[in-house]
């Protein structure tokens, strides 16, 4: 089973949130996304300052085996992408839920991630996407 961490919220397109107790998120996409892509070769993370809609692609994720979009899990503004996944993007493989972060936001609306799975109802969403 993929690593999902208990204090983090997720969405159905495998993306994790993070509330930082301040206003602010840090987003990024599943272990077990991860894991399906394989081997990443190329991050573009958003920039700072761009305003994102709830369900919005917001970045991009390259595998030796496919593009993904990642889809903003809230809504609210860009605050820093992680520019350290231009030089190595592999940190999403090797730490998706540490190094391998891809944005941070500042929330518009501070219950937004109230609405997202937990780490249960995301562990359970998994098992029944690989029947």
């Known amino acids: 089973m993929s690593n ?7 969405t159905k397109s495998h993306e994790w949130v993070k509330l930082n107790g301040d206003g602010t998120a840090t987003v990024g996409i599943t272990d077990h996304a991860q894991d399906q892509l394989g081997d990443m070769v190329y991050v573009e993370a ?14 991009v994720v390259e595998s030796v085996k496919a593009a993904s979009d990642v889809y903003a899990p809230v809504a609210g503004d860009v605050i820093e992408g992680n520019a350290g996944l231009a ?15 891809l944005l941070k936001i ?3 609306d501070a219950a937004a991630a109230d ?4 780490a249960t109802a995301y562990e ?8």
């Open 115 to 118: 609405g997202l799975m937990d």
């Open 106 to 108: 500042k929330l518009a």
């Open 46 to 59: 958003p920039d700072a300052g761009r305003s994102l809609k709830a369900g919005e692609a917001c970045a």
């Open 87 to 101: 030089d190595a993007p592999e940190s999403v493989n090797n730490d998706p839920y540490g190094s391998g972060w």
């Open 124 to 131: 359970a969403f998994v098992a029944s996407e690989d029947h």
């Open 4 to 10: 999902i961490p208990a204090d983090l919220k997720y």
